[in-house]
């Protein structure tokens, strides 16, 4: 059971890492607009996983 | 309201701020220059040239009498066939110097094309001009309507040569 979760979190965090590295490789790339929409998706995207959090009861 | 609205608004952010990686960022035309003057190779890439606009163009340096030898690279990161003619120049003080290449290029979705020259500064340089002075020239990619400027600054030598006078035997 606890070697699953390392396993979980391992994966989770290379994820992470992969996202990260495109994400830097990629953003000099971005337009100034696309920049900003992607500014206000990347907030969008966490405020709702809060409130989803948040009607889970956490 | 749907039991998981917010996760779904969530995923929703997700995918776009993906699509706009994506399509923004990754999808597109690049060209890249690469420079080997001496022993040191240079890299002018593709988001130099939007600094270019804000700050000036690149400046590489060569030294008095050597060759830089350019590689043009261009990235076509589109579903469609890429087509533009390509005119290399060498300019000074807004006078063509010397046209260096002028060709068409066509580069298939997702490859690249490449295209090199060589600039000898013992060629380009005026005769009129000392050994201990610099010198600079622009070199001009124009790919199309979309023009990119180097600078190639010919650096003075350290220690003009001087003759030595042979002593009398």
């Not at chain 2, 350019?70 to 300019?91: L, Q, T």
Request: charged share 25%; aromatic share 14%.
């Amino acid at each position: 059971m606890k070697l699953e979760y390392v396993l979980f979190g391992f994966g989770i965090l290379l994820s992470l890492a992969g996202v990260g590295y495109l994400a830097a490789e990629y953003v000099k790339y971005l337009s100034e607009v696309g920049k900003l929409v992607a500014l206000l998706l990347a907030v969008g995207m966490f405020g709702f996983l809060g409130k989803y959090l948040e009607s889970l009861g956490w | 309201m749907p039991r998981n609205l917010f996760l779904y608004l969530d995923l929703a952010c997700f995918v776009g701020l993906l699509a706009i990686f994506v399509v923004d960022g990754y999808l597109g035309i690049y060209d890249t220059v690469y420079i080997i003057a001496g022993e040191r190779e240079e890299k002018i890439e593709p988001d130099s040239w939007l600094r270019q606009e804000k700050f000036g163009a690149r400046g590489v340096g060569v030294s008095r009498d050597e060759k830089a030898f350019f590689r043009y690279e261009v990235d076509n990161r589109r579903f469609s066939r890429y087509m533009a003619d390509i005119e290399v120049s060498v300019w000074h003080s807004q006078q063509k110097v010397r046209d260096l290449v002028s060709q068409p290029m066509s580069i298939a979705g997702f490859d690249k094309g490449e295209l090199e020259w060589v600039i000898d500064t013992a060629e380009l340089l005026p005769g009129d001009i000392p050994p201990e002075q610099s010198y600079e020239f622009t070199i001009i990619i124009k790919r199309g309507e979309i023009e990119r400027n180097i600078i190639v600054y010919i650096n003075p030598r350290a220690y003009p040569s001087k003759l030595v006078p042979v002593p009398s035997r």
